[in-house]
């Protein structure tokens, strides 16, 4: 246990660090007063939430055990503060082009961390999942491409960047707009095009929208460009920030990358350029759509980086050498993220007329980037089953809750049909489907 | 006497100092005067600086201004005009110009896809401050490929404006209202009209001048038929009308300045006075500017007053030839709108 130590402060003002939780908790009130800061439980160094799960866990283990018949399972209840705060893990070296020195390879990871990064991810995968589930029952409706198996992409690129820097994607976006801000309640009623979508139900699954996050994009490869023009607006106000911009193995191929890639290195903007190679451009795989399929050399005269996009900690690490590689003023870069998606290219190709069940299952199986880090965390004590179990469970929580919002918040009014054309506008009047028909848009 | 010269002096100070400023020259101080007033105000395009601009509309901003605010592209329109949207995005005022909007079509989808839908789709979340500027149109010599008229085609799309000047107070006055304007705006100028100098008042010579988009403006009034134009053949409609007068027919020319929001409110007061209305522009008629008039017209009050159905005087329905006398022929002239206008008047 320990205290703040100030002898001065009445006893009841101390504050300590409840060993499991690791929240700062105070001691009891005196007589009269009423706590304002969890309770406590200061014998053994727990607060009473804490000391509640332990006990839980404690009786779960024995259950478990008695059911067993009593076998040599790890029964013991651990303390809580016997959990490695951070590990070093080893990760895969990545390929470099221009290069002399590519991200390091030897990386830290404390458990705060680790938690953070398995709790984002689990929340993406669990409400693509479940997005998946909606579309099948046809209350999400057009176009839904779902991002499960990159999760590690977009946590990984988010923990190396600020949210003061600015991120841009295709119509994959989902994951981005979680991880740049937007909520899975918002996130879910615009799929299911509700009033509390987070673009009020105009805009759908590829057109989602949050601070310093520039959408969700359904022209393949025209996202590139804006942004760059991004990344030109943080170089001309001379703010430190940079622009992330991201594009698949299909868009790759798109002219207007090149057109900037020469504009961006002439330029020396501040831009991250970064190809999620998932392997297959909708149904066509990478091999049958690229003369050259080493997507980190293609910007020739930028300097590029191929990465496991499966690793959250190779993603992290490359992507924070990338941000310093900007920031320090010598201009784009460009990351190849090799990563993989379960499902189809969108919600009406099976995905798997053009590669096998067996090639799925297999990275399903071996390089599950959720997976990985529960292994990491798990093998290095950095955490145990059962906090992320319970990270599970409160996740599903989550899910469930903005689904059950998302099915059943209104849809848009119908006055809201044609607001939102201009910004800073005037009222003007829309022409309906008829003359007679004279509708009203609002700024 | 003392006296005598100082109200000579008064006097002479009262009168109204109009100039003469060429439709070039107007732009080019217009866009001086908004990289003045805002920061985040910028010009991109090829050979917009160090060259003066391929028509020498912004001559001289590169020096006064600096690499930072004028930029030389390279010749990639679809990349540059996304880069402009994109800073749009990120808080910049970006002017983006076309070297012709024959060019556009390379950039088509940046200007539609990203730039006038994205206020919609994102439910007013994301603003595109942007201006996409350029000569339009037929120019001179220049055969097919470099003389089509985009005001159509862009007008057709919600989430854009689009505004066609033809003067040089219409030039200034516009320009900076789309450089002020929050929303995408496609400013299609002329060609044949940036040495063209016209009368410019005191009060539109001042660094506020502005004029609103979307107000058409009654050029000149008359009673017996309307003529309905924007960018060069208001010139051309004027001209028409001046013949016409000494044969005692008053046209009002209308000068449309916005085609969309197009300012159909006009238009229809002037044909419930006159009851005769014959359209001129330079590009194809087919689902074309004049299309859309003759729509609007007979969809609004204004129907029942007409006493003949409206004309369209338009280009040729044909990709633009070279030689001299075709290209003349590819064109409305003034002849054609004075023989339009006398068999819309049954004269």
Redesign the interface.
């Given at each position: 246990m320990c205290f703040s130590q100030t002898p001065e402060k009445k006893r009841w003002q101390q504050r300590w660090f409840c060993r499991y939780c690791r929240q700062r908790r105070r001691r009891a009130a005196p007589e009269g007063q009423r706590l304002t800061e969890g309770r406590i439980c200061a014998v053994q160094g727990l607060c009473w939430a804490s000391l509640g799960k332990m006990l839980t866990n404690i009786s779960n283990v024995l259950r478990a055990c008695a059911q067993r018949n009593g076998a040599a399972a790890v029964v013991s209840a651990r303390t809580y503060a016997d959990f490695t705060n951070e590990a070093t893990f080893e990760i895969k070296k990545c390929d470099t082009f221009k290069l002399d020195e590519g991200p390091a390879t030897q990386v830290v990871m404390t458990r705060d961390e680790g938690l953070q990064y398995y709790r984002t991810m689990q929340t993406m995968r669990r409400m693509e999942l479940k997005a998946d589930q909606l579309y099948k029952q046809k209350i999400i409706r057009g176009f839904c491409h779902l991002y499960d198996g990159q999760e590690a992409c977009a946590v990984g690129i988010e923990a190396a960047i600020n949210l003061s820097d600015h991120l841009i994607t295709a119509y994959r976006a989902h994951g981005y707009t979680y991880t740049r801000g937007g909520t899975v309640k918002k996130i879910m009623a615009e799929l299911t095009g509700r009033r509390g979508g987070i673009a009020k139900g105009k805009g759908g699954s590829m057109h989602m929208y949050c601070k310093h996050f520039y959408g969700g994009n359904g022209i393949v490869g025209a996202q590139v460009p804006l942004g760059a023009g991004v990344a030109l607006a943080c170089k001309y106000q001379g703010n430190s920030e940079l622009c992330v911009c991201l594009y698949g193995d299909g868009a790759a191929n798109q002219g207007q990358i090149f057109e900037t890639y020469n504009m961006a290195a002439l330029w020396k903007l501040p831009v991250i350029f970064i190809c999620e190679n998932n392997g297959y451009g909708m149904g066509t795989s990478v091999e049958r759509a690229a003369a050259s399929t080493d997507y980190f050399k293609r910007g020739e005269f930028i300097p590029g980086v191929r990465v496991d996009g499966m690793d959250v900690l190779c993603v992290r690490e490359a992507s924070r050498f990338a941000a310093d590689y900007c920031r320090s003023g010598k201009g784009p870069i460009l990351m190849e993220l090799q990563t993989y998606r379960y499902h189809g290219h969108s919600m009406s190709d099976p995905g798997v007329s053009y590669r096998t069940r067996e090639e799925i299952q297999e990275v399903r199986s071996k390089s599950d980037p959720i997976s990985m880090l529960k292994d990491r965390m798990l093998s290095n004590n950095m955490a145990s089953v059962e906090e992320l179990k319970e990270i599970d469970v409160e996740v599903r929580k989550e899910i469930e809750d903005a689904a059950q919002f998302a099915t059943t918040d209104p849809e848009p009014p119908l006055e809201d049909l044609c607001n939102h054309i201009f910004h800073n506008n005037p009222p003007l009047e829309v022409r309906g489907t008829n003359p007679w028909s004279k509708l009203k848009s609002v700024s | 006497s003392p006296l005598f010269h100082k109200f000579l002096k008064e006097a002479l100070n009262k009168v109204p100092k109009d100039k003469c400023v060429t439709v070039r020259d107007a732009l080019n101080q217009a866009m001086d005067e908004e990289l003045e007033r805002d920061e985040r105000v910028?010009l991109l395009g090829e050979e917009v600086a160090q060259y003066d601009g391929a028509y020498k509309v912004s001559r001289g901003l590169w020096k006064k201004y600096g690499d930072?605010r004028i930029?030389d592209?390279?010749i990639?329109e679809?990349?540059?005009?996304?880069?402009?949207?994109?800073?749009?995005?990120?808080?910049?005022r970006p002017i983006c110009e076309f070297m012709t909007f024959n060019f556009s079509m390379q950039a088509i989808?940046?200007v539609i896809?990203?730039a006038a839908k994205?206020?919609?789709?994102?439910?007013?979340?994301?603003?595109?401050?942007i201006v996409f500027r350029g000569p339009n149109g037929a120019s001179a010599g220049v055969a097919a490929q470099h003389s089509q008229c985009f005001a159509a085609w862009y007008a057709h799309c919600?989430?854009l404006?689009v505004v066609s000047p033809w003067n040089s107070e219409d030039a200034k006055g516009l320009l900076k209202s789309s450089i002020r304007d929050?929303?995408p705006v496609v400013f299609l100028e002329n060609e044949l009209l940036y040495g063209v100098p016209f009368e410019m008042s005191e009060e539109a010579q001042s660094k506020d001048f502005t004029i609103p988009i979307g107000k058409a403006k009654v050029e000149r009034a008359g009673s017996h038929i309307t003529l309905v134009s924007h960018s060069r053949y208001v010139g051309h409609c004027l001209d028409a009308a001046a013949v016409l007068a000494k044969e005692g027919i008053e046209c009002e020319v209308i000068n449309l300045r916005t085609i969309r929001?197009m300012d159909v409110e006009s238009i229809e007061a002037s044909v419930m006075k006159t009851n005769h209305l014959v359209t001129v522009e330079g590009g194809w008629p087919q689902f074309g500017v004049g299309a859309e008039i003759c729509a609007r017209i007979m969809?609004?009050s204004a129907f029942n007053y007409l006493d003949s159905p409206v004309t369209r005087v338009t280009g040729v329905d044909i990709p633009m030839p070279y030689a001299k006398i075709l290209e003349d022929h590819s064109l409305p002239q003034i002849k054609d709108i004075i023989f339009s206008v006398k068999k819309t008047l049954n004269v």
């Open positions: - | 910028f930072k930029i592209t390279p990639s679809m990349g540059f005009a996304g880069i402009a949207v994109g800073a749009a995005m990120a808080g910049l989808d940046q896809n990203s994205t206020c919609y789709m994102s439910a007013g979340l994301q603003a595109v401050p919600p989430g404006k929050d929303n929001p969809e609004g």
